[in-house]
């Protein structure tokens, strides 16, 4: 019978959350060796397979069209462009490949067939596949998982009420719907966060209920320090501390014992100490890559220094749960249903995410 408690409160994960860190680092390192061998760490390479002018408004993201920060978009990338990008990240010890799209949500058509077939063509080279494309209906969840995808990303990103201080052109509930047909498939979910984007305690406390409550858990949960882009609406934020950073990934590892919980977005931030205490504190899966889809990360040697140093192992592919099989196109049970689904345009407007597309076209 599972161990897995699902019902923390606020209160529960704010206790923890406060407790004095030596007590907390103590806690933490005693669930992780538990449920996880702690020299082991899963590599992922994480690809923007389609980078800006995203119709969406998230105060973090430099890909956010209306913002007009420094990047620079492409196209949907070919599959044999991702192909290549896959075999070099295997080659550099990463198990999985995650591929970003900055998309609303997945709209049924050529695009998609093409990242379902990026998907088939990774799953073929023996890597766990994972893909974070925005809102997905059900159909498109099982389509993909008949592609051969591992995991599907989508983050809460806060906690409930300080979501609405960040994104205004979608709901919370939006993002649980997509993790609920996401559920309806065998393709495992990653769900996790953002802090340093100005939210309290209690807010990093209420992303954890949220996640902690879903049943069954994430199998991973990245938890990203925001990298403040000069032209979102959040850049003047200041730099994550070392030490929140070490305690949420400590509550995420009492709270959510099985999951993987992934240091992601502010690692080059981090000295290599830090980035030791949150593995010793539980986190178990990593970014490589020198870039985060469009922020910096470490350079692939740094890390595989920090690892030598470290004694740390990456985690071989579908250690955790086996390959699944891939269905080819022509093959495929599933048809698309060209689905137009409608996605909520919640009301509350958010001050600064106005300020900053207005002044974005004023300097154009
Ligand atoms: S986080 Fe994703 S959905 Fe939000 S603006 Fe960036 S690319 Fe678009």
Redesign the pocket.
């Known amino acids: 019978m599972s161990t897995i408690k699902h019902n923390w409160t606020k209160a529960e994960i704010l206790e923890i959350y406060n407790t004095p860190l030596m007590e907390l680092l103590y806690r933490a390192a005693t669930i992780h060796r538990k449920y996880h061998d702690p020299n082991t760490v899963q590599v992922s390479t994480l690809l923007s397979i389609k980078t800006g002018g995203?119709p969406?408004d998230?105060g973090y993201?430099p890909?956010?069209a209306r913002y007009h920060t420094d990047i620079k978009g492409n196209d949907l990338m070919t599959v044999q462009q991702v192909k290549a990008q896959a075999l070099r990240a295997k080659s550099t010890g990463s198990s999985r490949v995650c591929m970003g799209a900055?998309w609303?949500n997945v709209k049924d058509g050529k695009e998609f067939d093409q990242v379902l077939e990026m998907v088939r063509t990774i799953n073929k080279l023996d890597m766990e596949v994972c893909c974070t494309l925005?809102m997905v209906t059900e159909n498109q969840a099982k389509r993909l998982a008949e592609a051969g995808l591992y995991a599907y990303n989508h983050n809460l990103d806060s906690s409930e009420e300080y979501y609405k201080e960040v994104i205004s052109t979608r709901g919370y509930q939006d993002r649980l719907d997509t993790i609920s047909n996401v559920r309806k498939t065998n393709v495992t979910v990653c769900s996790g966060g953002i802090i340093g984007m100005g939210e309290t305690i209690e807010d990093r406390a209420g992303m954890l209920v949220a996640l902690s409550t879903l049943n069954p858990q994430p199998e991973s949960t990245p938890i990203n320090a925001l990298v403040a882009v000069e032209g979102t609406p959040l850049e003047n934020e200041k730099p994550v501390e070392i030490w929140d950073m070490i305690r949420m990934v400590a509550t995420t590892r009492i709270v959510m014992p099985e999951t993987q919980v992934r240091l992601s977005a502010g690692r080059t931030q981090m000295s290599r100490e830090g980035q030791a205490m949150c593995f010793f504190a539980g986190a178990n899966s990593i970014f490589a890559g020198d870039k985060l889809l469009t922020t910096p990360n470490p350079d692939v040697n740094e890390d595989l220094k920090m690892f030598e140093l470290l004694g740390l192992n990456p985690q071989k592919p579908f250690t955790k749960k086996s390959q699944p099989n891939t269905v080819e196109a022509k093959e495929s049970k599933i048809k698309s249903l060209n689905e137009k689904p409608k996605w909520s345009r919640p009301e509350h407007k958010i001050k600064g995410n106005k300020e900053t597309k207005l002044n974005s076209k004023a300097s154009k």
């Open positions: 995203c969406e998230c993201c890909q956010a900055a609303r925005g």
